[in-house]
């Protein structure tokens, strides 16, 4: 498995996942590679005893005084793979790929060749007349070296290549494919390239061409990984769609949804507390959007009274976000109302819940709307990812992101109808049973590594 920034660093989400598939397959063998902002960070998750081997590698760390210069015909890839990205024509990666004799050929010594160095400039004057050329040479060196850090890295040796993202896992997989002649799977979650344009929008930091040439790399990317890649799984159709859209193979896309463990959630004995519990299981941390989940309580207070308010998370991963999510809670006078909990055993809090809120600004295939289901919890969500048709697109339990308003009628309508939530409950847990359940996601995967491993 190929990994960026997630397993076993961080928890919840992907990472969870990866968790469940490595620990839920234990006659397969896995070995980690981790892309990771840092070195020595601290393991979120003990790893199972299936994983023989992780290998942890800072993007861009590498010594370039081991450099070599590339030889001619890898040269000649690399001009023409550029040269067809340019001109939006199809890029063959593999092509370039397979033209590597070292993985030192891919360093910082590549613009020694004029035909490099007279790229770089006229690319300057096509793309970016008006700004020096110094920030062109060194925002595209520091892009490059970033991608062809990732490729070059060694990836232990495996049966098959198993990237959970495109971008710098992707392109890790892609050098791995064509390195050892194995297999490359891909399996997305979210979908990455848009992840990473959003953020950088949002950044003040990426301006002007600079914004749009990382904005185009990111997209390229995911273009060669899905051109590329042997299998692609997506965990909802919509997400499928958008991966041929940009140039995935129809033969080559399937989707596998997100799994839970049934028999632990519907474990949960139910218990009636006074007053109204409403809870939040996530990070805390900007993606779930806390400060929306804040805004929330205070509209609810005002007219249930008695309500409770839980974030049931991390409180760690994000310490300025977290204080700041703290201050608009005394700002807005909420006491002992609102409640950030740290970790915890979520089915302590399943038990007596009324209500799960998700104010995310961006999700997947969120698990706990699942674990809240199969548990006997009604859940409201924001319109991210695969959460509005997992909840039939009903507009009683849905919200636009950023909309504390919605969001406390939702809450309101679970408050005033409790017959009919009784209901809604009872469907909503045999819709889990009958699509999330972790044994089926399990299955289909140990028999897609096996067919993958086989040739088939």
Request: charged letters at 25%.
């Amino acid at each position: 498995m190929i990994l960026e920034g997630t397993y076993p660093y961080i928890t919840g989400g992907v990472g969870a996942w990866v968790h469940d598939i490595i620990g839920g397959l234990p006659d397969l063998d896995f070995a980690l590679l981790t892309l990771s902002p840092k070195a020595d960070q601290p393991l979120r998750y003990q790893l199972p005893a299936n994983v023989v081997e992780h290998k942890d590698v800072v993007l861009g760390s590498r010594e370039l005084s081991r450099a070599r210069k590339p030889g001619k015909h890898l040269m000649s890839a690399i001009l023409e793979l550029h040269e067809r990205m340019f001109s939006k024509r199809t890029s063959s990666i593999m092509s370039m790929l397979d033209a590597v004799s070292s993985a030192d050929e891919l360093g910082n010594r590549l613009l020694e060749d004029d035909r490099a160095w007279n790229l770089l400039a006229g690319m300057n004057m096509k793309r970016n007349p008006a700004y020096a050329f110094s920030d062109y040479f060194w925002a595209w060196q520091s892009a490059h070296r970033l991608m062809f850090d990732a490729i070059r890295e060694e990836a232990p040796e495996a049966d098959v290549y198993h990237a959970i993202s495109t971008g710098f896992a992707g392109l890790a997989a892609l050098g791995a494919k064509s390195r050892y002649k194995k297999p490359f799977l891909l399996t997305e979650h979210g979908l990455y390239h848009k992840e990473r344009e959003m953020e950088i929008r949002k950044a003040n930091f990426v301006k002007g061409y600079q914004r749009d040439m990382w904005i185009n790399i990111y997209n390229t990317i995911s273009t060669m990984c899905y051109g590329n890649a042997d299998r692609i799984t997506a965990l909802f159709e919509e997400n499928r769609q958008k991966q041929l859209e940009l140039g995935a193979a129809q033969e080559h896309c399937i989707v596998i949804p997100n799994g839970i463990d049934i028999e632990r959630y519907s474990s949960v004995a139910r218990t009636v507390r006074p007053g109204f519990h409403v809870g939040l299981v996530g990070r805390i941390v900007p993606i779930k959007d806390i400060k929306t989940y804040i805004l929330v309580a205070r509209i609810v207070l005002e007219r249930i009274p008695d309500a409770v308010f839980y974030a049931i998370g991390p409180t760690d991963e994000d310490p300025e976000y977290y204080d700041e999510c703290a201050a608009l809670v005394a700002s807005l006078r909420l006491g002992d109302r609102f409640i950030f909990t740290g970790r915890q055993n979520v089915l302590e809090y399943y038990s007596f819940l009324d209500v799960m809120l998700l104010t995310s600004v961006r999700e997947a295939q969120p698990l706990v709307i699942i674990e809240g289901w199969v548990a006997g919890v009604p859940c409201i969500c924001t319109k991210v990812g695969n959460a509005p048709e997992m909840l039939d697109y009903d507009e009683r339990f849905l919200a636009s992101s950023k909309d504390p308003v919605k969001l406390a009628e939702c809450v309101f309508f679970v408050h005033d109808h409790p017959a009919e939530m009784q209901e809604i409950n009872i469907r909503n847990e045999h819709k889990a049973v009958a699509l999330y359940n972790k044994k089926d996601m399990l299955r289909r995967y140990g028999q897609l590594y096996e067919s993958m491993r086989d040739g088939a």
